[in-house]
């Protein structure tokens, strides 16, 4: 089955930095990738995702690159702010109902 | 943060012990799904169903049973075979279909078992 792998488990920055979180994943057949963001305590929320027709999205501080050759993709959030801190998912899915998730980054961002 | 809603938010249980967790959505989304997520882990998919009257094992299917009576419900069973049930459990939905799409998430029922 699909395998996804993230890095770095914990990342920390300070505020105003980038911030970079990778993803791989086994399964080239894999055609959206989806990143989720929770915050402490709450769900899981969809902040950005990508199809494997496309290499790169942006939605104002936040983009994902996609390299399908490769099996990877990332997500970046410039000019980080203290609201970004969170623990951040990447999934990788083929069809409907089998998402797998990596097993998430904890991101802080120092004030 | 409508749409999806889980009760209990806090359970807690004796070992050996069946406990069932509540799952509704008036999203309209054919396709349900229940996840484990455990300290350091990611989110594991427990049971995910398609449409009514169907479902499908996840990675982590055993100890779990799940039933997909109404479009709107898709209860979790937690058995005591379960071996290590403490665990916040999460319920999501999403459109269904040929394609894949975004998961709307439940705010979670966090488990203990003693």
């Known amino acids: 089955g699909e395998n996804v792998e993230q890095h770095p488990s914990t990342l920390s920055v300070q505020e105003g930095d980038s911030a970079v979180i990778k993803c791989t994943y086994s399964?080239?057949?894999?055609?959206?990738f989806p990143w989720y963001k929770q915050e402490l305590g709450k769900r899981p929320q969809l902040i950005i995702d990508i199809r494997s027709n496309v290499g790169e999205k942006k939605d104002q501080r936040i983009a994902v690159t996609l390299n399908k050759t490769a099996k990877h993709f990332s997500l970046h959030i410039t000019e980080t702010q203290p609201e970004d801190s969170a623990v951040y998912f990447c999934a990788a899915s083929k069809k409907a109902g089998k998402s797998t998730f990596g097993d998430g980054t904890t991101l802080t961002v120092k004030p | 943060d409508g749409g999806i809603t889980q009760s209990p938010k806090y359970l807690f249980r004796k070992e050996g012990q069946n406990v069932t967790l509540s799952c509704e959505q008036n999203?309209?989304?054919?396709?349900m799904y229940w996840y484990r997520q455990d300290p350091g882990q990611g989110l594991r998919l427990i049971y995910y169903?398609?449409?009514?009257?169907?479902?499908q094992k996840g990675d982590i299917a055993e100890g779990y049973s799940v039933s997909r009576e109404k479009k709107e419900s898709f209860p979790l069973t937690v058995t005591s075979a379960q071996k290590n049930p403490t665990a916040f459990y999460l319920c999501?939905?999403?459109?269904?279909?040929?394609?894949?799409?975004?998961?709307?998430f439940g705010p979670g029922t966090r488990l203990t078992v003693t």
């Open positions: 169903s398609q449409i009514v009257n169907d479902f």
């Open positions: 999501a939905s999403s459109i269904a279909g040929q394609g894949t799409y975004e998961q709307y």
């Open positions: 399964d080239s057949a894999s055609n959206y």
């Open positions: 999203l309209n989304h054919d396709a």
